[in-house]
């Protein structure tokens, strides 16, 4: 970003969902598939502390792409406190490296612009802390019941099987040992 400090905020006021400083709880990055990219989201869950912009509850999470080639902010750290503008994408709030947010010790400019802010949202009605910290996924999902093994089962069954992936190597590979030893056994003729 370029310009003022004043300018900045004021644009990023303009354009973004939401604007707050709050402290790393969790950095989650992508799990592992098939095919990774720069551009997979790692999530990080924040304990929201002031709000500027939009209505974000105590326990907040942000994505970002994973890496900067793909304009993700990857310094991000637990127990680190920042400043983060952020959009919304697909019902996710978004940020990266092209956005107001860093950390909250080099923000001092941006927050005096920002002025005095306003309290996060407590936890929505129903959901409670528990929920939060297991709702990625890390052990017993409180809110739908089912664990951590059985989601992953979910996940691979709407990946599908990788057996016709096994069959279709070992099938290869016995194409490959039969056509040596053909031609093991045509070359042993031709020299008897």
């Known amino acids: 970003m370029s310009g003022s400090p004043e300018s900045q905020v004021k644009d990023e006021l303009e354009r973004k ?7 790393v709880l969790k950095v989650t990055l992508p799990g592992p598939k098939n095919l990774m990219s720069s551009d997979d989201l790692t999530k990080i869950r924040f304990q929201v ?4 912009k939009g209505e974000l509850e ?3 999470d942000v994505y970002t792409a994973m890496s900067s ?10 127990g680190k406190s920042y400043i983060v503008s952020a959009y919304e994408q697909d019902g996710k709030l978004e940020t990266g490296i092209c956005e107001l947010t860093k950390p909250l010790s080099m923000a001092q400019e941006e927050l005096k612009v920002l002025g005095e802010g306003y309290p996060p949202e407590p936890l929505s009605k129903g959901k409670s802390e528990v929920d939060m910290d297991y709702a990625d996924g890390d052990s017993i999902s409180h809110t739908a019941g089912i664990t951590a093994a059985e989601t992953e089962a979910q996940t691979e ?10 069959i279709g190597g070992i099938s290869i ?3 490959a040992v039969a056509a040596s030893v053909a031609l093991l056994i045509r070359h ?3 020299f008897l």
């Open 17 to 23: 969902t939401a604007i707050f400083s709050g402290t």
């Open 49 to 52: 502390a002031t709000v500027w």
């Open 58 to 60: 105590q326990k907040t």
């Open 69 to 78: 080639v793909s304009c993700g902010y990857e310094n991000f750290h637990e």
């Open 157 to 166: 069954a709407k990946q599908g099987s990788k057996l016709p992936y096994v």
């Open 173 to 175: 590979l016995l194409v």
């Open 188 to 190: 042993r003729r031709n």
